[in-house]
Every structure is written in C-alpha cells, then in structure tokens.
C-alpha cells in the first residue's frame, strides 16, 4: 500500500512559469514532509521541508503548502528555470524522532527554455 | 559539509557473484540507509541501521544482507548477484531524530 502518492510521473513547464508538484498521503500519522531533487547520476538532494504545525513554508523561489485535512501538499516553484528539471520526490515522516522517510515515486519536472 | 561517499559510482557484475556497495559518511550519524531506484517505482528501502551492529529490515531486503561494524560504513551485500538486481542504489545518512537524509551519489549496478 503505497502511503505517499505522487500521481503525475511527469510534468513540462515554460520558463518563467509556474511548477506546481503536488503529493498525497495517506497515513495520519505523518507529521513532517520533505522534497527532494534529484538529477540523473546523482544522490537526491534536500529541497525543503515542512512540519505538520504549519501550512506553508517558503525558501526563495519554492514554497509548500500542506493542506492536512485533504492529506496533500505541494511544491511551487517560482519563476522555474531550465536548471530546475530534475526529478522530485516528496517524502514524509511519522512521529517525532522517527528517523525513517517514506517516499512517494517522484514526478520528472523537464522546465522548457 | 556532510558527505556521503559510495565506493562506485557504476559496477558491472555477473550473475551469481557476491558484491559488496559501500557507504562511509562523516558526519558522525548515528542512521544509516540502504536505498534502491528504479524508473517508476520511486526510492525503496531495503535495510537500515541505528546504530553499530544494529540493523532493521526495510521494505525490499530480500537477496540482500548489511553490515554495520564501525558507526561511519554502513555495507550492502548482494549474496549472489540476480539480473533483477541490476538498479541504482542510494546510501543515505541521518542524525539520530533528524528528518534530513544526506544522500550519497549512488552506485549503478548492472547485473549481467
């Protein structure tokens, strides 16, 4: 049973506009999130994060948004940029102290110059 | 900066063969992780670890073993290497309470 679903495996943005990565769960009892960025060849690196308290969390040009009673957040990138393409997985964490990720399949982002 | 170092960045073995991935980190953490990619399946765990000699099963440890024998090197161990084994394979790395993986750069296993 896959708790942590990113259902568009895909995703292709214009320069300059809008990337919304969006992602579901379904296990109450995660309380932490986290994107991950990961280019071919190499590890996944860490995005941003967010805690079950907040619903939003900004770093510059990514921003998410947790929206806990629909169990769904998602990662906007603002203005994309062709170095954005990458590969993005959203992964959550259940109970404070647990130390262990799930993570979701991940959606391609290709940004379009 | 943490770092974490896998041995290989691209490994060719046969099939039936014992191959060893391994994985140091410098950071002091006391988690340790074992991770395969596969296109449309995402990142599956197969082992991880808390703490030296200690070692939990993940979701996928089948035709899999870990080694744990000092806190920096964590290992994965393919008893006799299978084609379906062929994947690239992530170590990551974690303080003990913290959310934040350091992952290293993978290895490329191709089974033949």
């Known amino acids: ?113 | 900066d943490v770092k974490v170092t896998q041995s290989s960045r691209y490994l060719v073995k046969r099939t039936g063969e014992k191959v060893f991935l391994e994985c140091v980190q410098d950071m002091d953490h006391e988690n340790m992780f074992w991770y395969r990619q596969d296109p449309g399946l995402g990142l599956r765990l197969i082992y991880f670890s808390y703490d030296v000699k200690m070692k939990e099963k993940g979701d996928i440890p089948e035709g899999y073993s870990v080694s744990r024998e000092k806190k920096e090197r964590f290992s994965l161990i393919l008893e006799s290497a299978s084609t379906n084994q062929t994947s690239m394979y992530l170590c990551a790395s974690t303080l003990r309470g913290g959310y934040g993986y350091t992952f290293g750069s993978g290895t490329r296993l191709t089974v033949v």
């Open chain 1, 1 to 113: 049973d896959q708790q942590v679903k990113q259902n568009s495996p895909s995703l292709s943005v214009q320069e300059g506009r809008i990337s919304i990565l969006n992602c579901d769960y379904t296990n109450s009892m995660f309380d932490y999130f986290l994107w991950y960025k990961k280019y071919p060849a190499e590890g996944p690196t860490f995005l941003i994060s967010i805690s079950s308290i907040k619903d939003k969390n900004e770093d510059g040009r990514f921003t998410v948004f947790l929206n806990k009673s629909a169990k769904h957040l998602s990662l906007h990138i603002v203005p994309s940029q062709p170095g954005d393409s990458a590969v993005y997985f959203c992964a959550a964490s259940a109970g404070a102290g647990s130390y262990q990720l799930t993570f979701g399949k991940g959606t391609k982002l290709s940004v379009i110059p």
